[in-house]
């Protein structure tokens, strides 16, 4: 939620945390619980915060598709990290060509995906992961022990 409010602070400058925990929560629960984080809480940030338009709506639906692809990740068993950054770096690309369609100008795009794909990878990533080792043991889909129920990706290879 604050994260949120402070990236509004520093124009064309992200550092939400939505995007990261929602390719957290994708990687460790799977697609459908990853994604429904991603749009309740993303949505309820920026709408509570009082950020409506279509770009800043967009950034909740990004972090559903970074959930699914987290997911698909942790099914194949990609280390976390790896699959984060790849994560990342792909959200990046697609966002950077959603918000041109969505009539952003080239250099606001430029510099709010970078500063997005920079704070995720630099700032959240040591974050998520530390968190991630934690509830590793704890968590059947992170140890690949269970089957992912929302994305059966092992079913599909």
């Known amino acids: 939620f ?24 994708g990687y460790l629960y799977g697609t ?4 429904i984080y991603a749009l309740i809480v993303g949505l309820f940030c920026y709408v509570a915060n009082s950020f409506v338009s279509a770009t800043y709506l967009a950034i909740p639906v990004l972090g559903a598709m970074c959930a699914a692809i987290m997911s698909i990740f ?7 990290t790896t699959a984060f950054a790849i994560t990342i770096i792909i ?5 950077y060509f959603i918000y041109g369609l969505l009539g952003a100008d080239p ?3 430029l510099t709010h995906q970078s500063s997005q794909a920079l704070t ?4 959240y990533l040591p974050l998520i992961d530390s968190v991630y080792g934690l509830v590793k043991p704890f968590v059947g889909l992170a140890t690949n022990k269970f089957p992912n129920p929302f994305f059966p990706v ?3 290879i």
């Open 2 to 25: 604050m994260t949120v409010r402070y990236s509004k602070l520093m124009p064309h400058i992200s550092i939400e945390s939505n995007t990261g925990m929602s390719a957290f929560m």
């Open 32 to 35: 459908g619980i990853g994604s």
């Open 74 to 80: 942790a099914g194949m068993g990609v280390k976390f």
């Open 91 to 95: 959200r990046t690309v697609v966002a």
């Open 107 to 109: 250099i606001e795009r």
């Open 120 to 123: 995720n990878l630099i700032l």
């Open 154 to 156: 092992k079913n599909l």
